[in-house]
């Protein structure tokens, strides 16, 4: 079975830039969480998104958004590109069922995005 | 809010050796779930092991064995006949409990672990 994919692997943008970050998750994964991860440092929670509906937001500004269709997979919003966004954007999905907590996640291998 | 602390950032081990990576959690919660990941260089975090705070037991995983003290908040990871695909970064990570809300996971720093042949 396929893991998480996400596209693209790499990207270089400018500031000022907008950049789409985009996840599918495992077959049957209904969760997909998405962090950012500074190098040298441990992944930062952006967004968790179930069956479409935001179910948790980390402290990110209002620059960063997401989207979860009908299919599970999701998007990566980020405007008005800062060089301090240049990080690796992973991507995670789980099974999330209510009665099963602790579900672990599946992380893609992430975006590698650079902002010069 | 809950923090990670791995106050080793990097260890080294000699292949066929055990060595143990150190992590501390602070929550005000009493049910949780702790995890270890690795990151290689290829950047994929993999699940190393997982430990309910409600069970007494250690989890174990082949060659990977959690210590888990609840009292103490310490969640130490230990390898034993270490191998050279063991060299990565291994975080230590946290998630409450609460099922149906967010499934934030938050994470340490990392140890860096190299393996020495």
């Known amino acids: 079975d396929a893991g998480v994919t996400q596209s693209p692997t790499h990207l270089i943008k400018t500031r000022g830039q907008h950049v789409t970050l985009r996840c599918s998750p495992i077959?049957?994964?209904?969760?997909v969480s998405w962090y950012q991860q500074v190098l040298g440092q441990g992944p930062q929670f952006i967004f968790q998104?179930?069956?479409?509906?935001?179910?948790g937001r980390g402290n990110f500004p209002d620059r960063f958004s997401a989207r979860q269709f009908p299919n599970y997979s999701s998007e990566l919003n980020v405007n008005a590109l800062l060089l301090g966004d240049s990080a690796l954007y992973l991507c995670?999905?789980?099974?999330?069922?209510?009665?099963?907590?602790?579900?672990?996640?599946?992380f893609g291998d992430g975006t590698r995005l650079s902002i010069l | 809010a809950q923090t990670v602390t791995q106050s080793q950032p990097e260890m080294s081990v000699q292949e066929a050796e055990t060595v143990t990576l150190s992590c501390t959690y602070d929550?005000?919660?009493?049910?949780?779930?702790l995890f270890w990941y690795k990151q290689p260089p290829s950047r994929q975090m993999i699940l190393v092991i997982r430990?309910?705070?409600?069970?007494?037991q250690n989890a174990t995983e082949n060659r990977f064995s959690v210590n888990f003290q609840k009292a103490a908040k310490s969640f130490s990871l230990k390898i034993s006949d270490s191998q050279l695909g063991d060299a990565a970064m291994y975080f230590c990570?946290?998630?409450?409990?609460?099922?149906?809300?967010?499934?934030?996971?938050?994470f340490g720093k990392g140890t860096k672990l190299t393996v020495n042949p």
């Open positions: 995670a999905s789980s099974l999330d069922r209510e009665k099963l907590g602790g579900q672990p996640q599946h």
């Open positions: 990570a946290y998630r409450s409990f609460y099922q149906g809300g967010s499934e934030k996971l938050v």
């Open positions: 077959s049957g994964h209904k969760s």
């Open positions: 998104y179930y069956e479409k509906e935001e179910r």
């Open positions: 430990q309910e705070a409600y069970k007494q």
């Open positions: 929550t005000s919660e009493s049910d949780y779930y």
